[in-house]
């Protein structure tokens, strides 16, 4: 990706092989207190306030930490007494135990406010976890896991992402809200991650980054993130139905190959509407398929193919109202098929010659006399 965006305190998270906390006892809900490592099944009967590290560290396979409406509260303050192997400052701990669930509550102003890493069968439902400064949720080296109905919202710019998911696999995130942060969801190197029905909204950055390969986006809705709403530097990804309203920029695959985009709607875009490849760096994707996708009112191009972009195809997408051209093509090895041009305030397809030209292509009502170049247009 043309954004380095891996937080360093990623490692510092991540990497670590034990556990700062009281010893495992079995505990009433009373008598549960910051820092406490739980063995049986949970539920909060009160809030945990300004824990000073870690809120409360889950230390057995197969329970569930119910946290009844309550909210864990960090202190803000680094633990000045975490060792180099240690977790600290982070709400819910769970490093190693399957089977867990994790629900119905809140936990906020830690370093991270739930972290899941080498565990498998885990669910986070119906949690809130905001003000972190790094992170809102992060699942990491994690395989047939959850996160459902629950929230990243205010985990402030530069540092906090609303979710981090990091060399996991079979993972789904559903119906979730990522809002108010420096990046609504980065993945990196998982694959099978199905990320469906998830609201992005006024990120600093990217609502969605993928740097992964093999992975779904399906039917989520951005709006208003300062940069893209999505974008891609992975491999075989499919982007489907997804809906983009007034983000500084639509989807973009800057690299990877035989990524799909198909049957997104992007609308009122400040920048361009969907884009293939980078000029600054020079980087592109290779056969990346683009089809029946719906891009209006633009600020600049609808559709844009970067020279650095190889064999990509445009089949069935229509660029409506843009505020330059409907398509602008600048691969030669690009191949246009049954794409409509209508309304926008330049060309309908400007395409660099050697374009290939599947045929079927309409250009309309563009200010541009000449509808398109170097291709055909009804």
Do not use: Q
Not at 219 to 225: D, L, S, W, Y
Not at 242 to 251: H, K, P, S, V, Y
């Amino acid at each position: 990706m043309h954004r380095s965006i891996v937080k360093s305190a990623l490692a510092g998270i991540v990497a670590v092989a034990a556990v700062s906390a009281t010893p495992a006892t079995s505990k009433l809900p009373s008598e549960v207190s910051c820092g406490d490592t739980i063995v049986a099944d949970t539920i909060l009967d009160r809030d945990l306030v300004d824990c000073p590290s870690n809120g409360i560290v889950i230390g057995a396979d197969n329970i569930t930490l119910d946290l009844n409406g309550h909210t864990i509260t960090g202190d803000g303050e680094r633990f000045k007494g975490c060792g180099s192997r240690e977790f600290c400052d982070t709400g819910v701990v769970n490093d190693g135990h399957d089977g867990i669930t994790l629900r119905d509550g809140s936990v906020r102003g830690f370093f991270a406010g739930v972290f899941v890493g080498k565990a498998r069968d885990n669910r986070v439902l119906r949690v809130s976890s905001s003000g972190n400064k790094y992170f809102g949720f992060v699942i990491a080296e994690s395989v047939r896991s959850v996160v459902r109905d629950s929230s990243g919202n205010n985990n402030p710019v530069p540092d906090g992402d609303g979710i981090g998911v990091f060399a996991s696999r079979h993972l789904r995130i559903v119906n979730n809200s990522f809002r108010r942060n420096d990046l609504g969801m980065h993945v990196k190197d998982s694959t099978d991650i199905r990320i469906e029905g998830n609201r992005f909204e006024r990120n600093a950055h990217m609502g969605i980054v993928m740097e992964a390969d093999r992975n779904e986006v399906r039917g989520n809705h951005c709006a208003r993130n300062r940069d893209h709403c999505i974008a891609v530097g992975g491999s075989r990804n499919v982007i489907v139905g997804n809906r983009a309203n007034r983000d500084n920029a639509g989807i973009a695959i800057d690299e990877g190959r035989s990524n799909v985009v198909a049957r997104n709607v992007v609308l009122r875009a400040r920048r361009d509407g969907i884009r293939l490849g980078w000029v600054d760096p020079p980087i592109g994707g290779i056969a990346t398929v683009i089809r029946s996708n719906v891009v209006r009112d633009s600020g600049r191009d609808a559709f844009v193919v970067s020279r650095y972009d190889r064999h990509s195809v445009l089949r069935g997408n229509l660029a409506i109202a843009a505020g330059d051209d409907g398509f602008d093509v600048n691969s030669p090895s690009a191949k246009l098929r049954n794409n409509r041009a209508i309304r926008n305030a330049e060309l309908g397809i400007e395409a660099v010659h050697g374009v290939i030209d599947g045929g079927g292509n309409t250009a309309r009502h563009n200010r541009d006399w000449r509808r398109c170049t170097n291709i055909s247009c009804r």
